[in-house]
């Protein structure tokens, strides 16, 4: 099927990350925290968001300790008081990006965000000044071992996808937000658990950025990765296949 385009931008991201591990699973334990409080406490039966958090744990290998001290954690209500804030800014070139966060310090994480943006050629913009770029869409990445491409392909439309894509050992599947529940329980049924899965930012637009400004890009879509306020980096870029 079509949609490398749309794939291209995660894919890229996803390498990048997974060199991160342990800032990985600061992450992972923060997004535990925030489905916990949030979403209906500590039995994932109960609590959709927690079943998903669990499944990303999962995917990135985290230890089921972790895991289990996380859930322990946050139904305590002991820990930080951590709250979800987002941040849309333009990087070098006119490039688009968009931040998610969990913090328990708004303040030192709106200061630490603008100075990135500042310091490698970029500003922050004002909250919807993005919305016209990115759309909110469900992902899914899972092992292609043993899936038939045409059959699964077929049986992933029919629930919801959009677009499913193989590339080498990973199927990536993309769907509405609204189709996203039911590929899941699909999923489910098929006792395939993914490596990971969410709701995403995809660009609706992309652009290819000038080759002067890449590195300064590059670098600060890494030293915002690397906040551990930071959840998720979304961004415009279209990455060329060298």
Known sequence: ?????????????????????GKIFTKLQKEITVAVK??????????????????????????KDNIDRAIKKAEGGSGENIVEVTFEGYGPDGTAIYVECATDNNTRTVSNIRSYFNKYGGSLGKDGCLEFIF???GIFLLQSEGLEEEEFTMEMIDFGAEDVEFEGDTVFIICEMEDFGNISKRLQEMELEPKEAGLKRIPITTKEINQKDYPKFEKLIDVIEDDDDVQKVYHNVVMKED
């Open 1 to 21: 099927m079509a949609g490398h385009s749309k794939f291209a931008n995660i894919k890229h991201r996803k390498g990048a990350q997974d060199l991160k591990r």
């Open 38 to 63: 949030t979403g209906g406490g500590g039995d994932p039966t109960m609590n959709p968001r927690l079943r998903l958090a669990l499944a990303n744990a999962r995917g990135a290998n985290m230890p």
């Open 135 to 137: 759309s909110r869409k």
